[in-house]
C-alpha cells in the first residue's frame, strides 16, 4: 500500500478539523446561512476563485444524477463527475498554484483521476442500459 505525504494528510486534517467549509451535493453552503461561493465572493475575486467556483458548480450540476437503484450504475454515473471535477480543480491549481508541491499533487490527481474516468465511461457504455 503506498503511502500518503504528509501534506497530503494535512491536507485531509485540515478539511476534517472545520477549517474547510462542509457542503453538500446539492451546492448549498453549510455553515454560511445559505449563501453560495458565488454570493460570498467578492466582485474582485482572483481569476482562481472563479476558476474553483465554475468547477465545482459543474461537479455537483453533473453528480445529480436521476438514481437507477443499481448501486453498480449509480456508484460509476455518480463517480464520473466527482473525479471530473477532482481533475478540472487539479488544473485550476496547475494553472494558477505556485507551491511545488502541491503542483505535484495535482498531476498525480490528473494522472491517476482520468484514466479512471475512462475506464468508469467505458463501463458505463458496456454495462449500464
Request: hydrophobic share 45%; glycine share 6%; net charge negative.
Amino acid at each position: 500500500m503506498k503511502t500518503l505525504p504528509l501534506s497530503l494528510a494535512a491536507l485531509g486534517l485540515l478539511s476534517l478539523s472545520g477549517l474547510a467549509v462542509a457542503q453538500d451535493h446539492s451546492g448549498h453552503m453549510s455553515g454560511h446561512e445559505g449563501h453560495t461561493m458565488s454570493e460570498a465572493s467578492d466582485a474582485d475575486a482572483a481569476p482562481s476563485t472563479k476558476a474553483f467556483e465554475d468547477a465545482n458548480a459543474a461537479m455537483h450540476e453533473a453528480m445529480a444524477i436521476d438514481f437507477t437503484g443499481s448501486p453498480d450504475v449509480d456508484f460509476v454515473r455518480s463517480m464520473i463527475p466527482h473525479h471530473e471535477g477532482a481533475v478540472a480543480m487539479a488544473k485550476v491549481q496547475l494553472q494558477y498554484g505556485k507551491d511545488p508541491e502541491l503542483r505535484k499533487l495535482a498531476e498525480e490527481v490528473v494522472a491517476a483521476q482520468e484514466p479512471e474516468i475512462a475506464a468508469m465511461k467505458a463501463w458505463v457504455a458496456k454495462n449500464a442500459k
